[in-house]
């Protein structure tokens, strides 16, 4: 299982509760692009980057069928959500938050 200790501070700041093996799940899921600071971040100015979470997170690993403009408005209210981090959020919160907002916490850590 990997370890997700390192961003549990973050996303308890942030999240409703913690589920550490939904946390687990996601920090084994991003794997190597955690080691790269650039690709630890999500930056919710980049629109190319947003898509990317809508297309990768939302409708590839969550398996999400909304439709475009519900799944962006989510990804809107994270981005608010998570102002107070500055220019550059935390992906592994970010991606937390996301599975939260779509109830899909359990299923990651099953």
Same mark, same amino acid.
């Given at each position: 299982?990997?370890?997700?200790?390192?961003?549990?501070?973050? $996303?308890?700041?942030?999240?409703?509760?913690?589920?550490?093996?939904?946390?687990?799940?996601? $920090?084994?899921?991003?794997?190597?692009?955690?080691?790269?600071?650039?690709?630890?971040? $999500?930056?919710?100015?980049?629109?190319?980057?947003?898509? +990317?979470? +809508?297309?990768?997170?939302? +409708?590839?690993?969550?398996?999400?069928?909304?439709?475009?403009?519900?799944?962006?408005?989510?990804?809107?209210?994270?981005?608010?959500?998570?102002?107070?981090?500055?220019?550059?959020?935390? +992906? $592994?919160?970010?991606?937390?938050?996301?599975?939260?907002?779509?109830?899909?916490?359990?299923?990651?850590?099953?």
């Amino acid at each position: 299982m990997a370890d997700a200790s390192k961003y549990e501070d973050n $996303v308890k700041k942030h999240a409703s509760g913690y589920n550490q093996k939904a946390a687990e799940k996601i $920090v084994g899921h991003l794997g190597i692009a955690l080691r790269n600071r650039d690709s630890s971040l $999500v930056s919710c100015s980049d629109q190319g980057e947003l898509d +990317r979470v +809508r297309e990768k997170w939302l +409708r590839g690993k969550l398996g999400l069928a909304q439709t475009t403009p519900e799944l962006d408005a989510a990804i809107a209210t994270i981005c608010e959500k998570m102002k107070s981090e500055g220019g550059n959020k935390s +992906r $592994v919160t970010f991606y937390y938050l996301l599975a939260e907002h779509f109830g899909k916490l359990d299923a990651l850590a099953s």
